[in-house]
């Protein structure tokens, strides 16, 4: 039997859903405003870059602060709100929070050269590494901790969670040297999918217990056993003697 979710989980998961949207949409903004920036080719982390216009920095930044916020939340919910027992799931979602937040913290120099330039290159590389492996390694840890209660979600979880992770890898070692800007975005958005799913799945999930429960248990009305009318014996007329 599948039972409700309290109040609170049902609503930092819709906080998460919107928080998805807001990072997607701040980078989308970020780099419209942008003059002369390319997303094919230049990192999401040059949007908010030391010396970036405010018109770009803004809006990122205050997308990642939000998403940030909204995983350490979801740590907990999750944890709450999907069957199974481990912690490493939602272990895995607080650290990529932590590494959003980090990234604030810690904007690369312009033109993100890399981890060896600058101190702040160096801890911008760092947060952001860490952040990204849990990313998109919590869905795979999830699908591991549900996968006897809720097979149909660790499937999808693993789908979602092994491209994700595949992806990250390819551009981690530079497997394809080709548009460095839009593989980030595609492995980025595709583990950040993961927290819409699983959002998803489980207010769906809520939203049909809630209603049982409401309902309550049908009452099928039982008729009693039939009573059938039987006549008693038949009283036969006698004519008595004729009178004549």
């Known amino acids: 039997m599948v039972s409700t979710v309290p109040r609170w989980v049902r609503a930092v998961l819709w906080f998460g859903l919107l928080a998805v949207v807001a990072y997607v949409g701040s980078w989308l903004l970020a780099g419209w405003l942008r003059a002369n920036y390319d997303p094919r080719q230049q990192a999401i982390s040059e949007l908010f870059e030391l010396g970036a216009p405010v018109t770009s920095r803004g809006p990122l930044i205050a997308g990642l602060l939000v998403s940030g916020v909204a995983f350490l939340l979801l740590a907990p919910a999750l944890h709450r709100a999907l069957p199974g027992e481990g912690l490493l799931g939602p272990a895995l979602v607080v650290v990529a929070g932590i590494g959003t ?140 003697p004729r009178r004549r």
Do not use: E, K
């Open 101 to 240: 937040l980090g990234v604030v913290a810690a904007p690369c120099s312009p033109g993100c050269p890399g981890a060896d330039t600058t101190s702040y290159d160096l801890w911008h590389t760092i947060t952001a590494g860490t952040g990204y492996t849990a990313l998109v390694l919590a869905p795979l840890a999830f699908a591991w901790r549900v996968r006897h209660d809720d097979p149909s979600f660790a499937r999808w979880s693993v789908a979602i969670g092994g491209t994700a992770a595949l992806l990250f890898g390819v551009y981690v070692l530079d497997l394809v040297s080709a548009a460095p800007g839009l593989q980030q975005r595609v492995f980025n958005t595709l583990a950040d999918a993961w927290y819409v799913v699983a959002a998803v799945w489980i207010l769906q999930r809520d939203a049909r217990a809630r209603r049982r429960w409401t309902a309550g248990p049908r009452r099928r009305w039982t008729a009693g056993p039939r009573r059938r009318w039987t006549a008693g014996p038949r009283r036969r007329w006698t004519a008595g």
